[in-house]
């Protein structure tokens, strides 16, 4: 196993690091004191609460994506 240590200038930029490093699909370990929390960035606040309540099926019932957003803009026709 390797070791790559990488600092950074902000909580948010860590964050984003940490998504995409658990993204991969590699083993990875991240220390507990190297995760960033999520303090003052609306965006990143708001990803987490989406992510939380994201349901794996959310959309499954959409066969045809293009099709379902030309329904929706009719909508407001």
């Known amino acids: ?3 790559i240590k ?3 200038t902000s909580d948010a930029d860590a964050q984003i690091l940490i ?3 658990n993204s991969m699909k590699m083993e990875l370990s991240i220390e507990p004191d190297a ?3 999520i303090k003052d960035n609306q965006y990143l606040k708001l990803e987490a609460i989406l992510k939380n309540q994201a349901s794996s099926n959310l959309f499954k019932k959409i066969t045809d994506p293009v099709q379902w957003q030309k329904e929706l803009r009719n909508e407001w026709q």
């Open 6 to 8: 990488v600092s950074v």
């Open 19 to 21: 998504n995409l490093l």
């Open 35 to 37: 995760k960033a929390t």
């Open 1 to 3: 196993m390797k070791t």
